[in-house]
């Protein structure tokens, strides 16, 4: 018996699946064991902790063979995130998108 006749019921809306962190070109990871994350671009730059191997974050910009990344979460050695940190380009590889 409808309590409500004025009320229609309609179909649950499909199921959509959680997004997974979002990876673009920009986002590049750590290839190495353990790399000194430093605050210029540069070895005499002070540096602000370690990052490890598959630690990952937006590239921000470049300068002379050196990246700059903003860390979207916490780094395996407990750099907060949005921490920004320089690396040796080369320790580093750009992450894939899904589906490319």
């Known amino acids: 018996m409808n309590l409500f006749p004025f009320v229609h019921r309609t179909a649950d809306p499909a199921p959509t699946e959680t997004p997974a962190a979002a990876v673009s ?12 994350a430093r605050s210029g671009p540069g070895p005499t730059f002070a540096s602000i902790g370690q990052l490890f191997y598959l630690d990952r974050g ?15 979460y916490r780094s395996a050695s407990g750099l907060a995130e949005g921490t920004t940190a320089w690396l040796p380009e080369a320790w580093t590889s750009p992450c894939t998108p899904p589906g490319h």
Do not use: C, M, P
């Open 25 to 36: 070109y920009l986002t590049r990871y750590v290839n190495r064991d353990a790399v000194s």
């Open 58 to 72: 937006i590239k921000l910009r470049e300068a002379d063979g050196w990246v700059q990344l903003r860390l979207g």
